[in-house]
């Protein structure tokens, strides 16, 4: 592998891909210094915001308090605010230089799944509780999401009492945000249950413990007992190895392969048990690895939708004058951020490519690039009004049209290149053992002047299964 | 007009046929199974209100909860003495008397869920309540349908741009078509076929991601290209309503009477959550279904097809018993679901109304677990073994 597939490799795992300043700067670039540049890059932490909180919502009243007319307005300003934010998320993940805590951001955004239509405040809050410690501690990570009201809302912890206690949040907490299946009871999601008691928000988004509510009793969970409250029994499920061992495992199968090494998986757990959770650490540890760039490990993850809209956008240095452009293909490719299809997540790797989201994934790049229509219907939202009916029968057709910088691509790979062809296939693709030689696909690449061939150049890169992978 | 050039044609895309790789021969194993029957699942989404679908007319409680919704006892297309049609629902009426469909009350699931996305979700996969599968109920019967041999995509067809989960399997995923001739076209375009042919005279690693991609995409090309042929075969001269439903349930009509080896077709119409003025966008969209469905069943019948199609509308929820402040109704629990056919063992109202006095939670409690419609449907009709596909055992409902 070459130095530059060994960078490329990288910054298409620990962000979305290389841009053309990597390309022109980072060829020589050694891996160890790539790696402390990427830590250095998301050092910081800077919230995603799209606007204000609604005037209307009171602090203690909520919708209650509105008249149906500024519930309305509430729904309206909601959706159109929740595409602002997706839109934003999107272009952010593609420009800035905070590769790693994007991606991490997204990492924990699938894991910590929840969707609440309309409550795009709610959603901004917690993308950020996530961002802001997306590469910190585990631990401090659960908490906050935890006790951030769209987790609270979303799995009916606003409903917990202690003398109705309900119990979604106990068992997707073991389930799926810690322990996973198969190490804990239904007696530990019960008992746990009770120790959440009293977990809510207030209309704006403020956590606050209910007192009253709060069942102080005695509880016993995974073999402790005592008289819990929530961060007891988070402070419980930390303290189990298996909970360092599945989130291991996870970021294994997302940053690796999916197909899992047990053995590299039980070394990086144990060392991140030991270290008190630092994600960093983690992270670290494995993309200094020589493990992680084997042979088997590269160029074997297929893109998700997100990875494949941002791939391209930060590639090719494209911004879209349509905001909802890459909401429509998220759509159509079936990932919308902040609407996962449920507390799971996204399911990852092959789920993605089906008969036609091969065949969009293979006309994107030509609509992207020449402006060619895209005649599809996305499946609809759910809604039961008239627009709703009348997009029954009408055929969306969009317009992807890209504004790409076609000058400087071209001087990135002219300026005293030998072969252009084959530099920009190793720009653009990831290492995989394609079968496809350069001239070949060149040879379906004519224009009617040497800007149109090399745009037909790129865009027949961009069309084939080797750019699905990273 | 068929010409010369035409026949060229056909012959040489049959001669790539020929020059396919071993993983794309289909197998037809399930149309042994199935013995030529087909099953088409039309999908309300949004949750249909099925109070104001089949109408509990003989109930007080229906006209306290719902006084300004509530649908009049003279408009109802009373079946019996306390259920009826919706009027919008009036083309159906020929079917229902001629013992053509069969409705079921009460149907749902413990622990249900009223959030569109989740309800959705379980009733796509089949999983229970507290469960997240990544894969849907009639992907696995396609994963099933040629025991250990891969199935084509076209053996499960979903008429649309993009595929729901329901017909996403483990192996093999269904064909999504809206449009078959537009399909094929973007498969036939010379570039793709290029990098497929490339890929498939090369020998890769046949369990790579790389291999996973081409595989997915020239089984779509093959399958688009079936598909594309067969729809030419047979144009159907009956009328359907000039919308989306009624040319995507023309669609299917076309591709069943021209012998598709296909055995389950999956179509959806949205608009269903009548959260705001009820009635109007609620009778609208019956009368679409209604129409399109009437439509494709005189289609069927008069091709000597509708003997071997069984039809299954569900959605993803009811609605509350109430309706809300807007003239409209809010998300609820268990609905009524229909069946339609040639050849139905219980046609008619297959069980009791639902008892509007004994709610759960201000919501209908359900009686049928709609895992049980779909046992009925693989085991008695598809003829495959339903357990191997719900992963667990449902009581079977002697319904087809």
Not at chain 1, 119 to 125: A, G, H, L, P, R
Not at chain 1, 161 to 178: C, G, H, I, Q, Y
Not at chain 2, 47 to 75: A, F, K, W
Request: charged share 25%; glycine share 6%.
């Amino acid at each position: 592998m070459t130095n530059w597939q060994s960078v490329q490799h990288l910054l298409a795992r620990a962000g979305f891909g290389p841009n053309l300043r990597n390309w022109q700067k980072d060829q020589n670039t050694s891996i160890a210094k790539m790696v402390d540049r990427l830590f250095t890059d998301s050092a910081a932490f800077e919230p995603l915001s799209v606007g204000k909180l609604p005037a209307q919502l009171s602090a203690n009243m909520g919708i209650q308090g509105l008249s149906e007319e500024e519930r309305k307005m509430l729904r309206d300003q909601g959706r159109k605010s929740q595409k602002e934010l997706n839109a934003s998320w999107v272009n952010r993940m593609a420009t800035t230089d905070a590769q790693l805590r994007e991606k991490m951001t997204l990492f924990w955004h699938d894991h910590f799944a929840t969707r609440l239509p309309v409550q795009y405040f709610i959603m901004q809050q917690q993308n950020n509780v996530i961002r802001k410690y997306a590469l910190g501690s585990f631990g401090d990570l659960l908490k906050a999401v935890s006790k951030d009201a769209a987790m609270l809302r979303y799995l009916n912890n606003q409903q917990n009492r202690k003398d109705s206690p309900n119990e979604n949040f106990a068992r997707e907490v073991m389930e799926l945000f810690t322990l996973g299946r198969g190490h804990y009871s239904e007696q530990d999601i019960k008992e746990a249950a009770r120790a959440f008691t009293g977990w809510s928000s207030k209309p704006r988004g403020e956590f606050i413990f209910r007192k009253h509510w709060h069942d102080q009793g005695e509880k016993s969970v995974l073999g402790q007992t005592g008289h819990f409250d929530g961060d007891d029994i988070l402070d419980i499920l930390l303290a189990q190895p298996q909970t360092a061992k599945y989130i291991t495992r996870k970021i294994y199968q997302y940053f690796v392969n999916t197909k899992v090494d047990e053995q590299m998986v039980d070394k990086w757990s144990t060392t991140f048990f030991e270290s008190d959770y630092d994600i960093a650490a983690l992270m670290r540890t494995i993309f200094s690895s020589d493990h992680f760039y084997a042979a088997q490990n590269v160029g074997t993850r297929i893109k998700s939708p997100i990875e494949y809209i941002v791939s391209l956008m930060r590639r090719l240095e494209i911004s879209f004058p349509d905001k909802d452009a890459t909401i429509f293909m998220q759509k159509a490719m079936g990932q919308v951020l902040f609407s996962p299809p449920n507390v799971a997540g996204w399911p990852d790797g092959r789920a993605w490519i089906d008969s036609s989201s091969i065949m969009l994934r293979m006309q994107i790049p030509r609509a992207v690039i020449f402006s060619a229509e895209l005649a599809l219907k996305a499946k609809s939202d759910f809604a039961g009004n008239e627009d709703a009916i009348k997009l029954n029968d009408r055929g969306m057709v969009r317009k992807l049209k890209g504004e790409i910088n076609w000058r400087k691509l071209e001087q990135a790979f002219t300026a005293g290149k030998k072969n252009k062809k084959s530099e920009l296939k190793d720009y653009l693709w990831a290492k995989v053992p394609s079968q496809l030689q350069t001239e070949d696909i060149a040879s379906f690449a004519q224009g009617q002047n040497p800007e149109q061939a090399f745009k037909m150049y790129v865009m027949r890169l961009l069309c084939t299964p080797e750019f699905q992978l990273c | 007009m068929s010409s010369r050039r035409d026949f060229l044609k056909i012959s040489a895309l049959a001669s790539t046929s020929l020059m396919l790789p071993r993983f794309l021969q289909g197998c037809h194993f399930s149309q042994e199974q199935a013995n030529g029957r087909k099953l088409v699942v039309i999908q309300l989404s949004g949750g249909n209100d099925g109070l104001n679908t089949i109408v509990p007319y003989g109930d007080d409680i229906y006209y306290q909860q719902r006084s300004g919704i509530g649908i009049s006892p003279n408009n109802v297309i009373q079946l019996n003495d306390y259920q009826g049609f919706n009027p919008a629902l009036e083309a159906l009426r020929d079917l229902y008397d001629n013992g053509e469909m069969s409705l079921l009350n009460s149907v749902g699931y413990p622990n249900p869920n009223r959030s569109h996305f989740r309800a959705m979700d379980i009733w796509h996969t089949g999983s229970n309540a507290n469960e997240y599968w990544e894969n849907g109920w009639l992907g696995r019967y396609l994963d099933h349908q040629c025991k250990g041999v891969e199935a084509s995509p076209h053996g499960v067809i979903e008429i649309d741009d993009t595929l729901s989960l329901s017909v996403k399997g483990n192996k093999t995923k269904g064909l999504a078509v809206r449009d078959p001739k537009k399909l094929f076209k973007a498969t036939q375009d010379p570039y793709l076929q290029h990098l497929n042919q490339q890929y498939q005279s090369s020998h890769q690693a046949q369990d790579s991601e790389l291999h996973y991609l081409y595989k997915t995409m020239a089984e779509t090309m093959q399958s688009a290209e079936y598909v594309y042929e067969k729809s030419k075969i047979y144009q159907s001269k009956s009328e359907y309503p000039a919308n989306e439903m009624g040319r995507r349930l023309k669609l299917v009509a076309e591709l069943i009477c021209s012998g598709v080896d296909t055995t389950v077709f999956y179509v959806s119409l949205s608009g269903f959550d009548t959260h705001v003025r009820q009635r109007s966008v609620q009778e609208r969209l019956l009368k679409q279904y209604a129409e399109a469905v009437a439509a494709f069943t005189d289609d069927l019948r008069e091709n000597d097809k509708f003997d071997d199609t069984m039809i299954l509308t569900f959605s993803e929820f009811g609605r509350r018993v109430k309706q809300n402040a807007s003239g409209g109704t809010d998300h609820g629990k268990a609905n009524n679901l229909f069946l339609m056919g040639g050849k139905l063992q219980r046609p008619g109202i297959f069980n009791k109304a639902p008892d509007l006095s004994k709610l759960d939670d201000g919501d209908l409690q359900w009686e049928i677990d709609f895992r049980q419609v779909y046992a009925t449907l693989l085991d008695d009709w598809l003829g495959v073994e339903d357990e191997l596909i719900l992963q667990r055992k449902f009581k079977k409902l002697r319904l087809v």
